[in-house]
């Protein structure tokens, strides 16, 4: 019976140590899928801003071609349509801001700094994002330095877990009599 109990247990922390690092594998590729939308988002805001701007500039004349200086001239027509835009630019300056984060930093921390971004996230602007690409990732297989790497920490994440989780249980076994524990 201690002999099943041990393979049980061994297997118990094999399991969870793989699950975890072939979960910790995904990181760098998610982190890429992630910063790929946050681009493609803040591009397509851009475009909407710059086409509000230009029916702006067209409707009241005005020659400003600066952002924050057109939403100034803005004011003075139609404060809700200014206020509107610089929620919009703010939106689209957060999302280039959190790709640019994630863009400079080195493969290894990139999925750091995009989970740190996420975290951060004060507005609310990058929480849809992430959701959906949560939401939407398919696992892939990336043999890469990054991936190595937090395959590794969560291999050995997953074995600490997982022997803090078992270690009651193997006490428990190793406390009783030795007569008990011999029993067929």
């Known amino acids: ?8 247990s061994h297997s118990l922390a094999t399991a969870l140590a793989l699950v975890l690092g072939i979960v910790a594998m ?4 998610f982190t890429r899928d992630y910063a790929g939308a ?3 988002v803040s591009a397509e805001l ?12 067209q409707f009241y004349g005005i ?9 100034k001239a803005l004011q003075a027509h139609e404060p809700s349509n200014a206020e509107s835009l610089v929620r919009s630019l703010d939106r689209v300056r957060n999302l280039q801001a959190a790709y640019d984060n994630i863009d400079k930093t080195s493969a290894l921390l990139q999925p750091l700094m995009a989970l ?6 004060a507005n609310g602007y990058r929480a849809a994002i992430w959701k ?28 600490l877990i997982a022997q803090l989780v078992l270690a ?3 006490r428990g076994a190793a406390r009783r009599p030795f007569s008990a524990r011999t029993r067929w």
């Not at 995904?26 to 590729?29: I, K, L």
């Not at 851009?46 to 500039?57: L, M």
Request: aromatic share 8%.
């Open 1 to 8: 019976m201690n002999f099943l109990a041990r393979w049980l």
């Open 26 to 29: 995904q990181a760098p590729a």
């Open 38 to 40: 946050l681009l493609q």
């Open 46 to 57: 851009r475009r909407d801003v710059d086409q509000r701007e230009d029916a702006a500039r």
């Open 63 to 71: 020659t400003i071609a600066q952002d924050d200086e057109l939403i």
């Open 116 to 121: 740190r971004g996420a975290w951060d996230d």
């Open 132 to 159: 959906t690409s949560l939401r939407t990732y398919h696992a892939q297989l990336d043999l890469g330095l990054a991936s190595a790497v937090y395959g590794l920490v969560g291999l050995m994440l997953g074995s």
């Open 168 to 170: 009651p249980f193997r």
